[in-house]
């Protein structure tokens, strides 16, 4: 059985003129986001991700380490994929697909609209759009991650952070 958690990173800083879109930075809201939204998980024992896989963009990495932490997964949990950066449907496939078959829950940091569109090419459940910090999650009953994406998938839950003052 493999679970996937398709994470969208927090809230995050609006771009400046001259900033490197790679570079923004989440805001206090968007910490406080990742928090609760890795505290939420913390409680779902059935679905806590053993690994997480980020974009390399820093508002991604950002959230995946506060979930790391949340989780109280090691420094190792953590992996760097850069071809999520504001990756299409067919990049998170390929991701997945390349995953070792050990790993059986993983939490997956990325942008829209790509997390989005995947997420809804996965099951018959849709979504507008993943909101800065949602969470959706799906399983299948596969052995190997290269069987994923052509596996018939059940949704668990969907949820986006609650309402968070702004900081």
């Known amino acids: 059985m493999k679970t ?3 994470v969208r990173h927090a809230k995050t800083e609006k771009q400046a003129w ?3 879109d790679f570079d923004r930075q989440l805001t206090g809201k968007g910490i406080a ?3 609760e939204m890795a505290a939420h998980l913390f409680q779902q024992k ?3 991700p053993e690994h997480l896989l980020t974009s390399t963009a820093e508002r991604a990495k950002a959230t995946a380490q506060i979930f ?3 989780l109280g997964l090691p420094p190792a949990a953590l992996v760097a994929a850069p071809q999520l950066y504001m990756a ?3 990049i998170f496939s390929a991701a997945l697909a390349d995953l070792p078959k ?3 829950r993983v939490a997956v940091f990325a942008h829209n609209p790509g997390i989005t569109d995947y997420a809804n090419e996965l099951t018959p459940t849709k979504i507008d759009h993943m909101p800065p910090g949602a969470v959706f999650v799906v399983r299948a009953d596969v052995q190997l991650w290269k069987d994923f994406a052509q596996s018939p998938k059940q949704f668990i839950f969907f949820r986006p952070p ?3 003052p702004d900081l």
Request: net charge negative.
């Open 4 to 6: 996937v958690l398709l």
């Open 18 to 20: 001259g900033q490197n």
């Open 33 to 35: 986001q990742a928090k």
């Open 46 to 48: 059935d679905c806590l």
């Open 68 to 70: 790391q932490t949340g």
């Open 88 to 90: 299409d449907p067919e």
């Open 102 to 104: 050990d790993w059986e």
């Open 162 to 164: 609650v309402l968070v």
